[in-house]
């Protein structure tokens, strides 16, 4: 922690998702003179107007990006930052509510988005190429920037030690927030200029605002052993925490016992409900609202929301008006009534639950309203049950008994109405059958808007000494994935368990590791936020009571020599001040410590493996000696390899476990030589490399295998006069395509653009059966930027006959055209405009594989839920019709009607072919 005696203040940030605040303690001056903490909200300056700079209570998290001749440049008025023209606060976000595809909203949410490249620039979601956009992390440190600059013309002056960046600072985020958001947030702080900055879980911070009023008399409230729910819930996430009051050395002690799963769940979510009622209300309307009509009218339900909810108003009258000609025929009204809103806030978000309503569980994640996939279950009250059984054997343990909270601290802008607070605390009651209704005793929080801000400051106190500190720490634990000789189920030990303090390090000196030195590796990294008991060096099998994180990525270099070389080493991992976690690998045999470092914006994303089968490995080297020996030998054993591997395994070749293929990848990648001797040789080295290392991600060491072979791309097959060998060499490429990242996948486009966009006189011939490799290799490369894509599916449309062309060039259609990707950035989908004309092209022909029309049409018209995404409900009737009349069934057509996961089946389809047991491509 910085030497606080060089410091003025203590700031606290609430980085929010539709508000931010910023608070301070004075340390020249840390108490009033009644002996409370003087603790001070900072007035934020910012545009509220045209031309007009107000300082107010909170900056909200909007941040608009002007057009050309959108706003007069002498209207856009900041002190502190006078030659930015992008500006954040209350005037973005209500001129920024007319022109929504310029306004950036839920920055704090896209961080947490593992389908998105959270360091492109992809905001506004869906506006077009003529806005400047920015990247989450941009956006985020664009708000905390904006609160430094106004801080130091406010506060600062001309006295550099005042500046906000000199100060100790703490920023909050989500108690949930994985190791990779916290990690995004710390960066996006450095890129405000925020070099020191120390995270703070908001829960947490609520919890610390609540001392702030009862320092002196807390024992009043709360009495050992009793427990406090804290829940909260802004507008963009939902959290909750455990705290509870125990006896420590004698000592009563305020300690966290437990955090909630990440929730992209809030206040945004009941906007979207009510907005849909309201559309549903428009009299004469007959098609879905444009995705910049629909932001209006979310805005718009966000008011009405206030009002009727926070202000006991009756009614409000929703209005939006048309455009151009149509300006009075195309207005649309309705009414949201009092009656209406508690129905759809309260029954559908806040129910009475019982616990007899056991969770199910999805890898998908819920509706995708604006490119982000809220929550599936919408019922807060039912993820707060859920919550409070994950952790009763820990409550169980350490209280002695498993009840129902004695107290709830509300917290965030959705809190605020009093109804809504009283279901929470009835449906608590109802999960626990509590009779007494005065239970959960509700903890005062006058001003949810900002306790969070305040809170942060006082942590700040607290970590100096000059506060009551709530015992708290690392709010999961952590564990590492470590080998196993013995082929038995996965394991992972215990790095840093649940609740060791900020700034702790810990050395695991009871247990040796050992590390492959001057090679590439990957570590995997898990997390549990609910299992209780685990200690560092605890070494457990891996279920699904954890969370893998992005993998840990380094080399560990050592020697002169370059050599692979086994290093025993002892793990040590620490939880930083800031709130993140560093793991380190320390030489038992040497001076060296490596630290190891997460792979935060991975160049290859992912995938989640189950491996159901390990071969022996006598098996497996049986294997590796048919791979040497048939491409050593001569070609009469090329024909009969496969069936000579399954031989060798005693496994067919569709039930090769991931472990195995990637051995035998290896192999071949060690024989690729062998490609040189004959064109046969090349072909079999091409599909059998393709098979085992597909799709290219999904194992460890795959990134370095995609490195070994695309060595090979700009070579070009060796014999590439051979028809065998270019169909295989593009077979390969769409095979991998999963593994290659932007910048090849871009190569690979550019390198074949003659072959597929030919011109007068630079014409390539190529049989029918090369040229439909080739494009289902290109229709496989998910992460082209999408004008990419768009000329290649304008070009294949061009070329796709319905009496000549085969199936698979249609899937290439689709696959270029896709709503949902399988691997890729969901920013990198072309939009429905696009789509559309492609669309059309199958639905006025009559092809000679309906059935490939079919796969086809749910592919491009799949719905999403975004709609920026999604096709027009006019546009998705046509297509469900045009199914439906080519024999679709029910099951054919529910993507089409419903937001539905992609299912196993529907991945084999999408991708080509089936994958390797236990990878899947989708979440």
């Known amino acids: 922690m910085r030497d606080t005696e060089a410091l003025r203040y203590i700031i606290g940030i609430d980085l929010g998702t539709t508000n931010s605040a910023i608070s301070y303690v004075d340390l020249e001056n840390p108490e009033t003179a009644k002996g409370r903490k003087n603790i001070q909200l900072f007035r934020v300056p910012q545009l509220t107007r045209e031309g007009e700079v107000s300082p107010m209570s909170v900056l909200p998290s909007f941040l608009y990006i002007p057009g050309a001749y959108d706003i007069p440049d002498e209207s856009v008025i900041q002190p502190w930052n006078p030659m930015e023209k992008r500006f954040a606060g ?128 807390w024992e009043e409230h709360v009495k050992p052993g009793e427990l406090i729910l804290v829940c909260d819930v802004g507008g963009g996430t939902t959290d909750f925490t455990l705290i509870s009051l125990r006896e420590s050395d004698g000592t009563p002690r305020f300690e966290r016992l437990a955090v909630g799963d990440h929730l992209i769940l809030g206040g945004d979510n009941i906007d979207l409900a009510l ?212 082929g038995d189920a996965k394991k992972a030990v215990c790095i840093v368990e649940r609740g060791l303090d900020e700034g702790a390090r810990i050395e695991l000196t009871q247990k040796d590791f050992s590390v492959i030195a001057n090679r590439p590796a990957e570590f995997p990294v898990y997390s ?36 692979a070389e086994t290093i025993p080493v002892h793990l040590q991992a620490e939880y930083t001040e800031v709130g993140t976690l560093v793991i380190g690998c320390r030489s038992l045999i040497s001076d060296h410590t490596w630290r190891l470092n997460f792979q935060l914006r991975r160049e290859v994303d992912s995938m989640a493996v189950s491996e159901g089968e390990v071969l022996d490995d006598t098996l497996t080297e049986a294997a590796r000696t048919v791979v040497k020996e048939t491409f050593a030998g001569d070609k009469a054993g090329l024909s009969g390899v496969v069936k000579a591997l399954s031989t060798a395994v005693d496994t067919q070749k569709n039930k090769w476990p991931l472990s195995f293929i990637r051995d035998l990848s290896d192999t071949l990648l060690d024989e690729k030589k062998a490609r040189e001797r004959a064109a046969e040789f090349e072909a079999r080295w091409l599909n059998l490399t393709g098979y085992c290392l597909r799709p290219g991600s999904g194992h460890g060491m795959d990134e370095q295998r995609i490195k070994k072979v695309w060595k090979l791309f700009r070579g070009g097959p060796t014999f590439d006069k051979n028809n065998q060998v270019r169909s295989e060499w593009w077979i390969l490429w769409r095979r991998l395509a999963a593994g290659l990242n932007p910048g090849q996948q871009r190569q690979f486009f550019q390198e074949i653009s003659p072959l597929v966009f030919p011109t007068r006189g630079n014409g390539v011939k190529m049989t029918p059966q090369e040229q439909v490799e080739l494009w289902m290799a290109l229709a496989n490369m998910e992460r082209l930027i999408t004008k990419d894509k768009v000329r290649l599916g304008n070009q294949l449309v061009k070329e796709l006959s319905p009496k000549k062309s085969p199936s698979q060039m249609i899937w290439a259609l689709s696959r270029i055209g896709q709503r949902e990707p399988l691997y890729g950035s969901v920013d990198r989908v072309v939009a429905p405009a696009d789509a559309w004309k492609w669309i059309e092209k199958l639905l006025n022909g009559k092809w000679n594989d309906p059935k490939a029309v079919i796969n086809a049409l749910v592919i491009m018209g799949r719905k999403t839920g975004d709609r920026i995404r999604d096709l027009s409900d006019e546009q998705l009737e046509k297509v469900i019709t045009h199914a439906r009349d080519l024999g679709a069934g029910k099951k054919n057509l529910k993507p089409l009607l419903e937001v539905v996961p992609i299912s196993a089946g529907d991945e084999k389809v999408i991708f080509g072919e089936a994958l390797p047991t236990g990878i899947v491509l989708h979440d």
């Open 528 to 563: 549990s936020s609910f299992r209780s008991g685990d200690r560092a060096g605890d070494v457990i099998t891996i279920d699904d009571t954890l969370t893998e994180l992005p993998p840990m990525a380094s080399v560990i270099k050592y020697g002169k020599k370059g050599n």
């Open 90 to 217: 209350i005037f973005a976000r209500e001129h920024g509510s007319k022109v929504p595809s310029r306004l950036v909203v839920s920055a704090k949410s896209w961080l947490c988005h593992d389908k998105a490249d959270r360091k492109a620039k992809i905001l506004p979601w869906g506006s077009g190429a003529d806005v400047g956009k920015v990247s989450p992390v941009e956006a985020t440190a664009f708000y905390l920037e904006h609160l430094k600059k106004a801080w130091n013309k406010e506060m600062g002056g001309d006295d550099e030690g005042a500046f906000l960046e000199n100060q100790f600072v703490v920023v909050t985020v989500p108690a949930s927030f994985d190791e990779v958001a916290r990690d995004l947030t710390v960066e996006a702080a450095a890129l405000a200029g925020l070099k020191n900055v120390t995270l703070l879980e908001e829960p947490l911070a609520a919890f610390y605002s609540w001392l702030i009023r009862h320092e002196k008399s």
């Open 275 to 486: 907005a849909r009622k309201a559309e549903s209300l428009f009299k004469g309307k007959s098609e879905t609202l444009s995705a910049d009509k629909w932001k209006t009218l979310c805005h718009l339900s966000r008011k009405a929301k206030e009002k009727i909810l926070g202000e006991g108003q009756e009614l409000e009258r929703i209005i939006m008006t048309g455009s151009g000609s149509s300006l009075i025929g195309g207005t649309l009204s309705a009414n949201l009534t009092k009656e209406m809103v508690a129905e759809i806030v309260l029954d559908g978000f806040f129910p009475d639950v019982t616990k007899e309503e056991t969770r199910e569980k999805s890898r998908r994640k819920g509706i995708s309203e604006f490119g982000l996939p809220y929550e599936q279950e919408p019922a807060i009250t039912r993820h707060i049950g859920w919550f409070l059984e994950h952790h009763k054997e820990t409550i169980a343990t350490l209280l002695g008994t498993n009840h129902a909270p004695d107290h709830i601290l509300f917290n965030g802008g959705s809190l605020k109405p009093t109804v809504i607070r009283r279901k929470i605390k009835g449906a608590v009651r109802h999960w626990f059958n509590e009779p007494d209704a005065s239970f959960p005793r509700e903890m005062d929080n006058p001003d949810p808007d900002l306790a969070v801000a305040l809170g942060a400051s006082y942590y700040g106190l607290a970590k100096i000494g000059k506060g009551v500190r709530v015992g708290s720490g690392s709010p999961r634990s952590y564990y590492l994935g470590v080998g196993s000789t013995n």
